[in-house]
C-alpha cells in the first residue's frame, strides 16, 4: 500500500472519530458553565437540566480537618487551590504530597425551596469523607492525621440529600499517606438533581461495561480462533491484551472494580500500573508476532524484559514506593505505544495492506490520548460521562484485521481448495490422458517386440532380451490400465450392471489367464470354490477385475508356494477368500494398504507397481454393497475377504442348443416352453440346410445362449449352442465346424482352456475360435490370443459387431479351406496370413473406435477375399476389370491402414477394362512397390497405375516414388535362385508374362527416386 493512501486513509479516519467525539460532546454541551471563584459558587441562574462540574477556586485548609469534633469552627486561614488537580505546593513544604486537610466550597442556591440534590464524589488519593452543610454524607477509606489512622480507599461514591436552604457548604476531608507522587481531589465532583446526577452516572457506568463486555468478546473469539484455528501466538497475545484493557477500564473513571470486590487502596494502585504498563507491552509483542521480519533486532523482547521487571517492582514494593515506580513507566508507556504503530505502519507499507487497520486502531488509540489531555486541561471541552466510542473503535480495528484475515484466508483456502482440486483433477485427467496416450505406443513395442521375437534370425540372446521386454511392456499395461479404471473412480463416471454371477467360472477364467501372467513363477494358483457355491450379485466385468486385481498382487508377493481362491457363505453374504503363503504385510502396510498409491515393501518382488489395483478394488467392492478386507502377517502370508451380496434368485445352468444340435432336447433355464420351441430346432432339420457355415456357441448362462443365437439369422448360419466346454469338444470330435464362439469365464473348463485344446488338435485357420469376454482389457485380450483364439467380442455383444465378425471368420475358414483345396502355387503365396490378420485386426480395430468405417472395410476386405479365391483365378487370363477390382480394394484395405503415407493415382480408361491379362498380375506388382518401395519410407510415397494403348497392344505400368533399387540389385531381381521359394513374385509373373505374351516385365529404377515396372497385354 502507497504512503499516499496511507495517509489518506488516516486523515479520514482521524477526521471521523473527532467527527464522532465532537458531536458526542455537542449533544452534552451546556451553555451554563459556572466556574467557583474564592472559594464561592453562584447558581442563581442554573438550569438544573445538566449535572454541574464543580470546578475552579476552592478553599483549601492543609493540616486541618473543618468538622472534626472539637475543631475550630472559624473558616479562616484557608488558601485558594485549583480544583480539579494535586494539591502539591500547599502544604509548608512545596514539595509534599503527603498529609490532610479540608476542601470547602460554598453554593448560593438563589431561592430557598425544597430541593432533591446529589453529590458524585470521584475517587481522590487516598481516602476522603463529604459533608453537607455539616452532614457527613458519605466518605471513601478513613481520612487521617497519620498513616496509622488512615485507611486509604479510592472507591468513588455518590451523596443524596434533600434541602431548603439557598445556601450549601460542602467540605471534603482528604488524607494520602500511601502515595508519594500526587495527592488530593484529581477528578471534578458533579452536582445537580438527584435525578440528572445518578442518570448521568448510571450512563457512564453503562459505557464503561459496554467497552468490557466488547473487550471480552474480542478475548472469546480470540481464545475460540486460537482453539480452533492455526494456533498462532498473536491470538493468544490479544486475548490477553483485550483482558488488561478490559481491567484498565474497570479499574478508572468509576473504578468499578473496586466497587464490586472492595480491594484495598494498594491491590488497585498496583493493579491500575500493571494493567497500563501491560497493554503497552502486550500491543509490541502482539504486532512483532505479527510481523517478525519487520524489526531486525528483539526489541520487543528487551522491552518486555523491562516490563516484566518493573511488574515485579510494582508487586512486591509498598504502595509508596510502587507510586514512584509509576513514574518511570510512562516513558515505557509511551515507548510501547510509540514503537508498535510504527511496525504497523511499516507493515502496511511493505508487507501487509489489511495491517493499515492495526495502524488505524493505534491512530485512534492516538486522538484517544490526546482528547484525553484536552479534557483534563479544557473545562469548556470537558466531559461529564466515560466516553466509549474510541475504545470500541480502537479495538473494532483490531477485530477487523482479524475478520478480514479470516476472511482472507478463508478466501485463500477456498481458492487454493479449488486449485487443488483442480490440481487433482488434472492430475487425474493428466494420468488419463497420459495412460490413453501411452497404450498405443506401448502395444505398438510390444507387438513389434513380438514380431521381431519370431523371426528366425534372432539369436538366443537376443530372443531372451525381447521376451523381457515384452514383459515390462505388459506389466506397464496393467499399471495404465488402473490408472484409467482410478480415474473413472474418482470421476463417479463408473456403473455398475449387477446381475447373478457363478463366482466360480470367474474364479476359473481368472487362474487361466494367471496362467499366461505368472511366467513360469513356482506357485500353484487353487480354485477352491465349491461347484455348489451359490451365485453372487454382481458386475461379472468388475467381479473379473477385483478377482485378477487380487490374485495378481497374491502371485507377486509370493515367491514359491500356493494362492488359493475359497468361497464361504456367511448370513445373506458370500466371502471370496484369497488366500496366499506370501511374504505377508505389516500392521502398518495394512492400515493404508487400501489407500491410492500405497503399496507394501516389495522388496522382494520385481513386479512393483503404482499401489492403485487393491485401492480400486475396495472401491469396486463397496460399490456392490460388498467390502474387502485383509488379515495378514508378515512371513505366514495374507488372507483377502471380499464379500458381496447373495443372489436374491438363482437357478443351475442348464445344457441349451440353439436351433439344432443333439442336445436340443435339453430346455432353456429360465424360459417359457412356447418361446424355447420357437427357438429350438431338431439336428434332421439343421442337416438339412447345406451350404452355410456351423458355428459353435459355448456359454454357461443360458439366457446369454438364446441372445448369442438369435443375433446370428438362421438364413446365414447353422448354429449350434451348448452349455459347457467338455460338451462343445465331443460335438467337435463328431463333425466339422466352421467356428467356435466360446465364453470365457465358464466353470470346469473356462474359454481359455476351451481354446487351448482346440488348438491342439487345429491350427487357426482349420476352426477359427471367437472369445465372448466381459472385459476389454489388454491382459484379458493378451490371454485369449495367447491361447489361440482368432479374435475377441466383448459383452455385452452388438448384434451389428457380431454378425461382422462371425462374417470374417467364417470366410476365413472357408477361404483357407479353399486354399487347401488349391493346388497352384501362386495362389498360395498371394494369400499370406499376415496381411489378412493385418487386415483382421485393422477391422477389430475400428470396430472401437470407427464402425461405419469398419463395416466399409470390412466389405471391401470380403471383396477382396472373394476376388482373390474366385474360381476364375486358375485360369490363364481374365479381363483387366477384375484385375483391378482386386487391387483397388488392396490398396483400400491398406489406405485405411497407412492412411496419409500412402497415395494411389490412376490413369486407366475405361475402353481398355476389357482387356486380358494374367491374374493377380497387377496386384503382385502393386504389392511390390508397397512394400518394397514407399513404405520403407517414412513419409511414405505415391503409387501409379496407368494403362496406355500402344497401337498392337496395351502397356500396364505400376510405378512409385519409394526408396528405388541399387543396379546391382536391379541387375538380378529377376533371376532365379536355388533354394528360395518362388511363387507370385515379380519373377513368377515375369516368367508368366514371358509365356503367354513373349515379353516380360521391363524394370527401371533409380536409388531414391522410385522404381517403374510396365508390361505388355493383349489388345480387347
Known amino acids: 500500500m502507497t504512503k499516499k493512501r496511507v495517509l489518506t486513509i488516516t486523515i479520514l479516519f482521524v477526521l471521523i472519530i473527532t467527527g464522532i467525539r465532537l458531536s458526542w460532546i455537542y449533544s452534552s454541551w451546556s451553555t451554563e458553565r459556572p466556574l467557583a471563584v474564592q472559594g464561592e459558587l453562584d447558581l442563581h441562574d442554573t438550569s438544573w437540566s445538566r449535572p454541574i462540574l464543580l470546578e475552579g477556586e476552592w478553599t483549601f485548609y492543609p493540616e486541618r480537618f473543618l468538622l472534626e469534633e472539637g475543631a475550630d469552627a472559624s473558616r479562616a486561614g484557608g488558601v485558594t487551590i485549583a480544583l480539579p488537580g494535586s494539591w502539591k505546593g500547599q502544604f509548608a513544604d512545596p514539595k509534599q504530597t503527603t498529609g490532610y486537610g479540608s476542601y470547602r466550597l460554598l453554593i448560593r442556591l438563589g431561592e430557598p425551596g425544597e430541593r432533591r440534590l446529589a453529590l458524585a464524589v470521584p475517587s481522590t488519593v487516598a481516602s476522603s469523607e463529604l459533608y453537607v452543610n455539616g452532614v457527613r454524607l458519605g466518605g471513601a477509606g478513613v481520612p487521617g492525621k497519620t498513616a496509622e489512622d488512615t485507611v486509604a480507599f479510592e472507591k468513588p461514591y455518590n451523596a443524596t440529600f434533600e ?26 465532583m458533579q452536582f445537580g438533581t438527584e435525578e440528572v446526577v445518578m442518570n448521568n452516572k448510571r450512563f457512564s457506568i453503562a459505557m464503561q461495561l459496554l467497552v468490557c463486555v466488547f473487550l471480552l468478546i474480542h478475548v472469546v473469539y480470540s481464545i475460540v480462533l486460537f482453539v480452533i484455528g492455526a494456533r498462532q501466538r498473536a491470538l493468544l497475545t490479544l486475548a490477553v491484551l483485550m483482558t488488561c484493557s478490559c481491567i484498565t477500564v474497570l479499574v478508572t473513571d468509576d473504578k468499578l472494580l473496586l466497587s464490586l470486590w472492595e480491594l484495598p487502596y494498594e491491590i488497585s494502585l498496583k493493579i491500575n500500573i500493571v494493567s497500563y504498563l501491560w497493554v503497552a507491552a502486550l500491543l509490541t509483542g502482539f504486532v512483532q508476532q505479527l510481523y517478525p521480519k519487520l524489526s531486525k533486532r528483539p526489541w520487543h523482547i528487551y522491552y518486555g524484559g523491562l516490563v516484566l521487571c518493573l511488574t515485579l517492582a510494582v508487586i512486591l514494593l509498598p504502595a509508596a514506593y510502587a507510586s514512584m515506580i509509576d513514574i518511570f513507566t510512562l516513558p515505557l508507556m509511551l515507548a510501547g505505544f510509540l514503537y508498535a504503530p510504527v511496525l504497523t505502519l511499516r507493515a502496511a507499507l511493505r508487507l501487509d495492506r489489511d495491517a493499515i487497520f492495526l495502524w488505524l486502531g493505534f491512530a485512534g488509540l492516538a486522538v484517544n490520548l490526546c482528547w484525553g489531555i484536552v479534557n483534563a486541561y479544557s473545562y469548556a471541552l470537558r466531559l461529564q460521562q466515560f466516553y466509549p466510542v474510541d475504545l470500541i473503535i480502537v479495538f473494532f480495528a483490531f477485530a477487523s484485521y482479524w475478520f478480514r484475515l479470516y476472511f482472507r484466508n478463508l478466501q485463500q483456502t477456498a481458492q487454493l481448495a479449488s486449485e487443488l482440486q483442480n490440481a487433482d483433477k488434472q492430475r487425474n485427467d493428466f494420468l488419463a490422458n497420459t495412460s490413453h496416450e501411452l497404450r498405443n505406443p506401448l502395444h505398438g513395442m510390444i507387438n513389434i517386440a513380438r514380431s521381431v521375437v519370431e523371426e528366425q534370425s534372432v539369436r538366443p540372446a537376443g530372443q531372451e532380451k525381447l521376451e523381457l521386454l515384452i514383459t515390462v511392456g505388459k506389466r506397464m499395461s496393467l499399471l495404465l490400465n488402473d490408472l484409467m479404471d482410478f480415474d473413472r473412480l474418482q470421476g463417479k463416471g463408473l456403473r455398475l450392471e449387477p446381475r447373478a454371477v457363478q463366482a466360480q467360472a470367474a474364479a476359473a477364467g481368472v487362474i487361466d489367464m494367471m496362467g499366461f501372467l505368472m511366467e513360469g513363477k513356482p506357485v500353484e494358483v487353487r480354485n477352491e470354490i465349491p461347484e455348489s457355491f451359490p451365485p453372487v450379485m454382481a458386475d461379472e466385468n468388475r467381479l473379473v477385475q477385483i478377482l485378477f486385481n487380487l490374485l495378481h498382487n497374491a502371485v507377486k508377493f509370493t515367491a514359491q508356494g500356493h494362492v488359493a481362491i475359497r468361497g464361504v457363505v456367511r448370513g445373506e453374504r458370500a466371502v471370496l477368500e484369497v488366500e496366499d503363503t506370501g511374504i505377508g504385510i505389516t500392521p502398518e502396510d495394512q492400515r493404508r494398504l487400501f489407500e491410492p498409491y500405497e503399496q507394501a515393501d516389495s522388496s522382494m518382488t520385481s513386479m512393483g507397481g503404482i499401489g492403485l489395483g487393491l485401492s480400486i478394488s475396495r472401491q469396486l467392492a463397496e460399490l456392490h454393497g460388498g467390502s474387502l478386507e485383509v488379515k495378514s502377517e508378515p512371513g505366514k502370508g495374507s488372507i483377502f475377504r471380499l464379500s458381496l451380496p447373495l443372489a436374491p434368485e438363482s437357478a443351475p445352468a442348464a445344457i441349451v442348443s440353439v436351433r439344432g444340435g443333439a442336445e436340443s432336447e435339453r430346455p432353456l433355464a429360465n424360459t417359457p416352453s412356447e418361446e424355447a420351441s420357437d427357438l429350438l430346432q431338431s439336428t434332421a432339420a439343421i442337416e438339412a440346410q447345406t451350404g452355410r457355415p456351423r458355428v459353435l456357441v459355448v456359454d454357461d448362462d443360458p439366457v446369454n445362449l438364446r441372445i448369442l443365437a438369435g443375433m446370428l439369422p438362421s438364413s446365414l448360419y447353422q448354429v449350434t449352442a451348448i452349455y459347457s466346454g467338455h460338451e462343445a469338444m465331443k460335438l467337435i470330435d463328431e463333425r466339422e465346424w466352421d467356428l467356435v464362439i466360446a465364453d470365457v469365464m465358464m466353470p470346469r473348463m473356462s474359454g481359455y482352456e476351451l481354446t487351448q485344446t482346440i488348438r491342439r488338435r487345429f491350427s487357426i485357420s482349420e476352426l477359427p475360435v471367437l472369445l465372448l469376454t466381459a472385459r476389454s482389457r489388454p491382459e484379458d485380450i493378451a490371454a485369449g490370443f495367447q491361447a489361440g483364439a482368432n479374435d475377441y467380442v466383448t459383452k455385452p455383444a452388438d448384434r451389428m459387431e457380431l454378425q461382422y465378425r462371425v462374417r470374417a471368420l467364417t470366410e476365413l475358414k472357408l477361404a483357407a479351406g479353399e486354399r487347401q483345396r488349391m493346388e497352384t502355387a501362386w495362389l498360395q503365396a498371394q494369400v499370406q496370413p499376415h496381411f489378412l490378420f493385418n487386415t483382421l485386426n485393422s477391422i477389430a480395430a475400428l470396430s472401437e473406435i470407427d464402425t461405419e468405417r469398419m463395416r466399409l472395410l470390412l466389405e471391401v476386405f470380403g471383396n477382396y477375399l472373394r476376388g482373390s479365391f ?139 527416386q522410385g522404381t517403374t515396372i510396365t508390361f505388355r497385354a493383349g489388345k480387347p
Open 163 to 188: 434541602t431548603d436552604r439557598s445556601e450549601l457548604e460542602i467540605v471534603v476531608h482528604a488524607a494520602n499517606f500511601s502515595n508519594e507522587v500526587i495527592g488530593g481531589l484529581l477528578y471534578s
Open 870 to 1008: 474366385d474360381f476364375r483365378n486358375s485360369e490363364r487370363v481374365v479381363p483387366l476389370e477384375q484385375e483391378l477390382a482386386l487391387v483397388k480394394a488392396y490398396l483400400f484395405i491398406e489406405g485405411e491402414r497407412f492412411e496419409e503415407r500412402l497415395r494411389v493415382l490412376w490413369d486407366v480408361p475405361s475402353r481398355l477394362l476389357s482387356a486380358r491379362v494374367p491374374p493377380l498380375s497387377v496386384q503382385t506388382l502393386v504389392e511390390n512397390a508397397l512394400r518394397h518401395g514407399i513404405l520403407r519410407r517414412l513419409e511414405g510415397g505415391t503409387v501409379r497405375i496407368s494403362v496406355q494403348d500402344n497401337g498392337d497392344h496395351i502397356g500396364i505400368t505400376v510405378s512409385d516414388d519409394g526408396v528405388g533399387m541399387e543396379q546391382e540389385v536391379l541387375k538380378h531381381v529377376l533371376d532365379e535362385r536355388p533354394g528360395e521359394r518362388t511363387g507370385i513374385g515379380l519373377r513368377n509373373t515375369d516368367r508368366r508374362l514371358r509365356q503367354i505374351f513373349g515379353r516380360g516385365l521391363e524394370i527401371s529404377s533409380v536409388p531414391g
